[in-house]
């Protein structure tokens, strides 16, 4: 009777409070129509507000938002409010970002902040620049927000708004650590959070940048400054709850996941372990979660604790069923099939790695096909200024003739002169392309005795053999590696990284990148590249029914379209629609 009775008043007390909210909207909605001026301004800002946190998945509500949004800008421009049109722009930019409606934001972002600075409203210009970069990093172009974020940078030096310069290197950041540039976003996080700490307002910012700045440096393995940031997060979480007398369980959990991470990956597993209860009595969402079981799984491998390790690894990838995560599909599996090699259950491991990857063509003699490709397309770069130089010598002969013809003769001369200079430049170029092709022969011969040598390897692996000795260590190491990168095509995964191989092949991270040094004289992204676009290439050159640019950049691993554009020119000096012609 006694639960019956608490029920029952819960029930009751919902139903009031969700009266209550429709009261205030019902107030609000009046007010607008009674009241002029900068109060029915308020009242639609107050109003926009309620739905903002109400807003949620909630469709209808998020179209109601957007209408309010309109309705203030409107209002705010029939009363010559610069200030209230400045804010609806900027909060109906980041509507549309909530909404995953970047197209919205990338079409009226340019006039907004036309007026915004036209007007300088900075106080809602810089957010609006934030809103801008944030729809270019979620959809992935990441060379546009960063070109954004420094425009942005400069426009708030310009001012000598502290504000806007520490939003600027708080985006130019997380741009940085999208693109992989750790060390740049990390300094640019840490100057962000000295001036927004300064700035009315901004704590929530520094807040994520704390916890952006940390997690960077667990990814670079820099312990010792992820322990002395967390404790200057902690003291600045008591600040942010001081000033704004509320409590921030955000901000705890994010702090609790990174000491646990940083306890342990460095062997801690008894602080590690009470870090994690911590974050989960703060439990704040599926992501929390997701986090938490991850760093329990690296608590139990470390204590041999492998059952429990993949009873984490598989709540993981449960909790990711739904996201289409490419970590639940690739990451995760990965070390599951890396824990059980360690309790001995090879043919389980052997298994979940045939199911991880699929076979593909094969790829031996990369770097032949592309230095040979390199060859190629120097030469009809060269053949195509040629071309051009003759084009202008033959006008200019054409616009003179007339007035001009014994001038026209000389510059006949001169153009046939080109012409048998260039032809010339031409047949050594192809006498030395021939030799470099029979100098390429005895290395495609290399790695085909390589590629043997890794196939008998593999057998030796498989059942079960002696290790090698220490000197043919590294052969053995690159050998797996091109015989995992010939079998999996594990470079098409666009968030592949130097960790992930190194645990597939069972090595050191340090240890995987001197090999691919001492092998290729690349570093390791500069031997993902080189594969990816030797990949592209590849898919360029097919006849028939032909793939998209876009669709090529994504089967080929890159990220972005901008991407593979990018290192295509810097590799081969043209562009992949420009040697897509060239083959014709």
Known sequence: MKKLTVFLLFIA???????DMQHMKDSLRNAIVITEGRDKLLSYNRLSNIYYGESGEDRLKMDTLLILYEQMSAE???????????????????????RYEFGEVFERAPGYLDFLEKNEVWNYYFPACKYLIEAYLLSNNYEKALDE???MYATANRQENNTGIGLALYMMSNAYRDMNRHDEGISCMRQSIKLLKEERGMLPFVADGYAHLCF???????YSEVFEEAKEFEKFIGLYEEDSRSQQPTAWVNLYHILANAYANTGDYDNAEIYCQKAEEQYQGVLSEIETANIWAIIYEGRKQYDKAL??????IMLKEDKHDAEAKVKIPLKKSDILSKMGRFEEAFALYRDIYAASDSIRNVEFNAQLDELRTIYEVDKLEKENQIITIEKLRNRNYFLFASLGCVLLTVTLGIWIYYSRRVVVKNRGLYRQIREQDFLAETLEREREKNLKLHELLKSFSAPFTENDEEDEVFGRLMLLMKERRL???????????AARIGVSDRRLHDCIKNNTGMNFSEYIISLRLACSRELLSQKG??????????????????????????KYGLSPEEFRKSIK
């Open 13 to 19: 007390g919902a139903a009031m409070a969700q009266s």
């Open 76 to 98: 705010a421009r029939q009363q010559n409010n610069v200030a209230f049109q400045g804010l609806a722009m900027a909060n109906t930019l980041g509507a549309f970002n909530n």
């Open 149 to 151: 974020a420094n425009k």
């Open 216 to 222: 960077s440096l667990l990814y670079q393995e820099r």
């Open 311 to 316: 009873e984490m690894l598989d709540r993981t």
């Open 491 to 501: 470079y098409t995964d666009s968030e592949i990284s130097r960790n992930d191989i």
């Open 545 to 570: 029914d032909r793939l998209t640019i876009d669709a090529i950049a994504e089967e080929a691993g890159f990220s972005s379209r901008t991407t593979f554009y990018r290192h295509f020119r810097e």
